[in-house]
């Protein structure tokens, strides 16, 4: 049973389940270019020991996605279980899937017709946000491969989460930020500038809406935060001026932890020194910053802040 400075993920996600602990994330060997596999779960009681691996997801033979299994989220909508992730086919096409299953200690499978991200588009790292209204968005990541500037979208969902409905909103881009710095990636084509977007997470607290998302920063991969200035996904959205995470780690979600808000993400970020990280994550003047090691028990509320007032 690995502990948690031994448990190797990426783009960790956390939630409370009958007395334990779920932990999915980023979990294939080479995440980048090798086949897709699928995703593991792990399960722990203190936060400290996890169980595991066991299967959460393994692709069917006709399954589009063929590489880059990345970021898996699960939650709970409308009494059913559904996990948010993103695949590529390997030769250009990548875009968030919809998968479904009972319960989110059991085997998902794909439930929407196709990546619910915009045909033609680069697209990474897909969440589920629920409105006051109880209308689903997917909010998502256009890839600075594509983009350039990376940006944030919003996208309308069927009620049945099987297909996208009209067209995206932009969110804002990269470049918004006051705290994200570009760089430069000749070997991928770009001899200009480009600003990275990853991991958007959106989450209520009792200031209304806001939104933790990745990008690079003065000390590398970085997590920054945004709030919503009308409460809605829609915007417009403000930045705070500097990032939570500043150095060397990324791709975080937030959920209540024993005595408040946790920030759970991974850290260092090159494969394969990658490893969780669960921090308390405080309230001051600027917005947020970040606390000591956050204790989490599987006993308490749901891990998940939207559930906040």
Same mark, same amino acid.
């Given at each position: ?5 031994e448990?190797?993920?990426?783009d960790p996600?956390? /939630? ?20 897709g ?6 399960e722990?009681?203190d936060?400290?020991?996890w ?5 959460a997801f393994?692709p ?9 299994f990345?970021?898996? $989220? ?14 590529a ?12 299953? $009972?319960?989110?200690?059991?085997a998902f499978q794909p ?5 619910v ?14 409105? $006051? ?6 909010v ?7 983009a ?5 979208y919003?996208q309308?969902?069927?009620?049945? /989460?099987?297909r ?9 881009? %990269?470049s ?10 000749t070997?991928?084509?770009y001899?200009?500038? %480009? ?8 989450f209520?607290d ?6 933790v998302w990745?990008?690079?920063g003065?000390?590398?991969?970085? @997590?920054?935060? %945004? ?6 996904? /829609?915007?417009?959205w403000?930045?705070? *001026? ?7 780690g ?12 946790? /920030?759970?993400f991974?850290q260092?970020?090159?494969v394969?020194? $990658? ?6 994550l405080?309230a ?7 606390? *000591?090691?956050?204790?989490v028990?599987a006993?308490?509320?749901s891990?998940?802040a939207? @559930?906040?007032?």
């Amino acid at each position: 049973m690995p502990h948690l400075s031994e448990l190797r993920i990426r783009d960790p996600f956390i /939630l409370r389940f009958e007395g334990k602990l779920l932990l999915f994330g980023t979990t294939d060997d080479d995440p980048w270019g090798g086949r897709g596999l699928g995703f593991d779960r792990y399960e722990s009681i203190d936060g400290e020991d996890w169980a595991g691996p066991f299967p959460a997801f393994r692709p069917p033979a006709d399954f589009w996605g063929r590489t880059q299994f990345w970021a898996p $989220e699960v939650h709970l909508y409308r009494d059913r279980w559904w996990m948010f992730a993103t695949f590529a086919d390997g030769s250009g096409g990548r875009g968030t899937q919809v998968l479904a299953a $009972e319960s989110p200690d059991g085997a998902f499978q794909p439930w929407s017709i196709g990546p619910v991200t915009p045909d033609g588009w680069m697209c990474l790292d897909g969440t589920l946000h629920v409105d $006051e209204a109880g209308e689903p968005w997917l909010v998502f990541c256009h890839e600075w491969l594509q983009a350039g500037d990376g940006r944030i979208y919003a996208q309308r969902l069927s009620a049945d /989460l099987t297909r996208s409905e009209g067209d995206p909103h932009l969110l804002f881009a %990269a470049s918004d930020a006051p705290w994200a710095r570009p760089f430069r990636n000749t070997d991928t084509g770009y001899e200009t500038s %480009a600003y990275i977007t990853d991991g958007p997470y959106l989450f209520r607290d009792a200031d209304g809406l806001a939104m933790v998302w990745s990008s690079g920063g003065d000390g590398g991969y970085s @997590v920054g935060l %945004a709030r919503s200035a009308s409460g809605h996904v /829609l915007g417009p959205w403000r930045h705070q *001026d500097r990032p939570i995470v500043d150095s060397d780690g990324g791709h975080a979600m937030v959920f209540e932890a024993d005595g408040g808000l946790a /920030l759970a993400f991974h850290q260092p970020n090159d494969v394969p020194r $990658e490893r969780l990280r669960v921090t308390a994550l405080l309230a001051d003047h600027d917005g947020y910053r970040l606390g *000591d090691a956050a204790r989490v028990a599987a006993a308490g509320p749901s891990a998940d802040a939207r @559930v906040l007032p």
